[in-house]
C-alpha cells in the first residue's frame, strides 16, 4: 500500500510569529492523524520555530528547496546537513518556481536529489508541464523527459524514499485545477514510467497532485487511483483550507 501525502509549500510567506501561530493551529486540529502523512514546508527561516512546535506531534517537516552541495562559497545557499542538523526530513526539489525563475534544469534537479538522498532528506520531485505545452499535446513527452532527467541514475531501493509531484504550471497559483480525470492520466503515465525504468516499486511511489487544490475540490483528485496526496500551495497558508484538504482524504 502506498501512502497518502499532503505537503504544505508555504512559498515565501510567513514570518517566524505567523509560522507559529499557523502551525500551532495545525497541532491542536491534525497534529495526531497518521492517514495521510502531513508535512508542512516553511520558508528556511521558519523550520527551527515550526520544528519545536511540531515535537511530538505526526506533522513531518519539509524545506522547500536546498542546494547540491555540503558545505562552501555558496553564498546565500542551504545544504542538506544544515536542513538536517533541524530535524527537517523531507525537501521539495525541482518545483515549477524554482525551474522558472532560478533557471533550475533537470541536470540540477537530479544533482539535488542524489544528495538528498545520500544526506538522508526525503526528496519531492516536481514535474509540470506549461499551457502551450499541454495544448500542443505535449505533455506526456514535458512529463516523461522531467521524469527520466530528475530522476537520472537512481534505482529501485532511491526510488523507495522519493515522492513525485505532479503539477501542471498551468493550475499553480492560478485557481485553475486540473479535473480529476485529466489529473489521472498523467499519474497513471507517470507510474507507467516509472514501472518501465524501477520496476514493481513503482506501485509503492506516492504521486502527489498540485495546482490549486483546495478544501471543496480536494476530495475528487485524492479519489482517482493514481492520485496519492496533494503538493498544496495557498491553501497551506490557510488553517481551515488546510485542514479541510487533510481531513477528505
Ligand atoms: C505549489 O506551489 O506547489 C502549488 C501547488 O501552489 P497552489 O496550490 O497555490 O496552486
Redesign the pocket.
Known amino acids: 500500500m502506498r501512502k497518502m501525502i499532503i505537503a504544505g509549500?508555504w512559498?515565501m510567506n510567513m514570518t517566524n510569529s505567523e509560522s507559529s501561530e499557523l502551525v500551532k493551529s495545525l497541532v491542536e486540529q491534525i497534529g495526531q492523524v497518521e492517514n495521510p502523512l502531513v508535512i508542512v514546508c516553511p520558508p528556511y527561516t521558519a523550520l527551527s520555530v515550526v520544528k519545536k512546535l511540531l515535537d511530538g506531534s505526526n506533522i513531518f517537516l519539509g524545506a522547500q528547496n536546498m542546494y547540491a552541495e555540503q558545505s562552501g562559497a555558496y553564498t546565500g545557499e542551504i545544504s542538506p546537513s544544515m536542513l538536517l542538523t533541524i530535524g527537517t526530513t523531507y525537501v521539495?526539489l525541482g518545483?515549477?518556481?524554482r525551474r522558472e525563475y532560478f533557471s533550475e534544469t533537470d541536470r540540477m534537479v537530479s544533482a539535488k536529489v542524489k544528495l538528498a538522498l545520500e544526506s538522508g532528506l526525503l526528496p519531492i520531485v516536481?514535474v509540470g508541464e506549461k499551457l502551450d505545452e499541454r495544448e500542443s499535446g505535449k505533455t506526456e513527452d514535458v512529463i516523461g523527459s522531467q521524469i527520466d532527467g530528475s530522476l537520472a541514475d537512481l534505482d529501485a531501493d532511491d526510488m523507495k524514499k522519493i515522492i513525485v509531484?505532479y503539477?501542471p504550471i498551468w493550475?499553480?497559483?492560478?485557481?485553475k485545477?486540473a479535473t480529476p480525470e485529466m489529473a489521472q492520466e498523467v499519474h497513471s503515465f507517470i507510474r507507467g514510467r516509472l514501472k518501465d525504468r524501477f520496476g514493481d516499486i513503482a506501485d509503492e511511489v506516492t504521486i502527489q497532485y498540485?495546482?490549486?487544490?483546495?478544501g471543496d475540490n480536494a476530495a475528487g483528485l485524492l479519489s482517482q487511483p493514481d492520485i496519492d496526496g496533494?503538493?498544496?500551495?495557498?491553501?497551506?497558508l490557510k488553517v481551515d483550507q488546510f485542514v479541510k484538504i487533510v481531513n477528505s482524504v
Open positions: 509549500n512559498k521539495i518545483h515549477s518556481e516536481c509531484a503539477e493550475a499553480i497559483g492560478t485557481g485545477t498540485g495546482g490549486s487544490v483546495k496533494a503538493l498544496v500551495g495557498g491553501a497551506s
